[in-house]
C-alpha cells in the first residue's frame, strides 16, 4: 500500500517500531456521560468527560503508541499527551437519531478535517452504522459521506481511518443470537466494499465478525450463547481477513478484558491478519466507578494500577498476535 507522505507519517505516528497499532479509545461521548452521571449526580457533564479523557490520555494514552479522542471534549486530554504519541481525531458526533430510519452519522460541528490538521491530529476516524442490507437509499447517503470524508483527507494528507458498525435494519437485538448469525456476512460486506479505491480510506477498524461468547468452547463467560463452531468461527475470521487489501484493526466492542484478550489469540490462530487494535472500555471501563464516586486521587491511583495492567494485557497480546502492517 503507497501512501502519500503524510498519510504515511500518521499510519507511523500511531504505530510503535515495529508497525503495530497498540491504540486506546477515548471517544465516547454520550454512554460514558451517562455513566459518570450515574456515580455522581454533582458533576455536570461535559466536566465529567473532559476530566475523565484527561486522566485516561495522561496515564494511559502515554502507554499506548496513539490515543483516539473527540473534538468535542477532547482537546485538554490531547494535550497530556507526550509528543510521541499519535492522535487520532473522531470527526463523527456521537450516537445517531433514534427517531430517524436509517441510523444517518453526523459529522461534528465545529471542525472541519484541516483544523484537526492544523491542531496535531496524526489520523482521522469516522464511524458510521451500516447494514448492507438496510434500504438502498441510507447507505447510498453513507457512502456518499464516507467518500466525501475520503476527499477532505486526502486534500489535507491526513490518514483516514473508517470504523464501519454492524447493526440489523430489521430491529435486531446486537447482543443477540439471531443478529450474530448474520454479523460474519456484514464483516466481510465492509472489508471488501469499504477497501477499494474509490473511498479513499486507509485503514479499517473493524469488529471481530463473531463474538467469543458466541464461538462454542467459551462457555466461562457468563454471557455465553453459542451460534458457532470454532471451525465455523475461525473460517470467517480468515475470510474477512483475506476480503481487505488494507490494513485493519479490532475494536473491543464493550467485552471485558479477558475477552477481548482471548478475541485476539483467536483471531491468531484462524490466521486473521490484523495490525493491532483500538481498544477502549475493556481497558478503562471499570475506572468510572472510582472517578464518579471517590475523586481524583482514587481515580488516578485506578488508572496507575489496575487501568494500566488492563492495558498492558492487551499490549502483550497484541505483540503476540497481530501483523506488523508493513508486512
Known amino acids: 500500500m503507497k501512501l502519500t507522505p503524510g498519510k504515511q507519517r500518521g499510519l507511523e505516528l500511531i504505530s510503535d517500531d515495529d508497525h503495530i497499532v497498540l491504540a486506546t479509545a477515548m471517544d465516547q461521548r454520550g454512554s460514558l456521560g451517562k455513566m459518570i452521571k450515574s456515580y455522581n449526580e454533582n458533576i455536570s ?3 465529567g468527560l473532559s476530566q475523565f479523557k484527561e486522566g485516561v490520555s495522561e496515564v494511559l494514552g502515554n502507554q499506548s503508541s496513539s490515543l483516539l479522542l473527540d473534538p ?3 482537546w485538554s486530554a490531547a494535550r497530556k499527551l507526550n509528543d510521541d504519541i499519535g492522535l487520532i481525531m473522531a470527526y463523527e458526533k456521537t450516537g445517531y437519531d433514534a427517531t430517524e430510519k436509517g441510523r444517518l452519522p453526523n459529522l461534528v460541528d465545529d471542525y472541519a478535517v484541516q483544523d484537526l490538521v492544523k491542531e496535531g491530529a496524526s489520523a482521522l476516524k ?3 452504522y451500516y447494514d448492507h442490507k438496510e434500504e438502498e437509499k441510507y447507505n447510498k447517503i453513507k457512502k456518499a459521506l464516507i467518500k466525501r470524508v475520503g476527499d477532505e483527507c486526502k486534500q489535507n494528507d491526513l ?3 473508517l ?3 454492524s447493526y440489523s435494519a430489521d430491529g435486531l437485538s446486537t ?6 448469525k448474520t454479523k460474519p456476512e456484514i464483516i466481510e460486506y465492509f472489508m471488501e466494499e469499504f477497501s477499494k479505491e474509490e473511498y479513499g480510506i486507509d485503514m479499517l477498524k473493524v469488529e471481530v465478525p463473531v463474538s467469543i461468547y458466541n464461538i462454542e468452547g467459551y462457555d466461562q463467560y457468563d454471557n455465553y450463547e453459542p451460534v458457532f463452531s470454532k471451525e465455523k468461527a475461525a473460517s470467517y475470521y480468515l475470510s474477512c481477513s483475506e476480503k481487505s487489501r488494507l490494513p485493519f484493526i479490532y475494536l473491543s466492542g464493550g467485552v471485558t ?3 477481548f484478550i482471548e478475541t485476539l489469540h483467536f483471531a491468531k490462530e484462524a490466521k486473521a491478519e490484523f495490525s493491532g487494535s483500538l481498544c477502549g472500555r475493556a481497558i478503562w471501563k471499570d475506572g468510572v466507578q472510582p472517578f464518579g464516586e471517590q475523586g481524583k486521587k482514587a481515580y488516578y491511583q485506578w488508572l496507575e494500577t489496575t487501568g494500566s495492567s488492563n492495558l498492558n ?3 502483550k497480546a497484541i505483540k503476540e498476535t497481530a501483523t506488523p502492517w508493513s508486512i
Not at 447482543?175 to 450474530?180: I, M, P, R, T
Open 175 to 180: 447482543k443477540g443470537a439471531e443478529f450474530a
Open 72 to 74: 468535542e471534549y477532547g
Open 159 to 161: 490518514l483516514y481511518i
Open 126 to 128: 469516522l464511524l458510521v
Open 257 to 259: 478484558n479477558e475477552q
Open 45 to 47: 457533564y461535559e466536566e
Open 313 to 315: 494485557k492487551v499490549k
Open 163 to 165: 470504523e464501519p458498525v
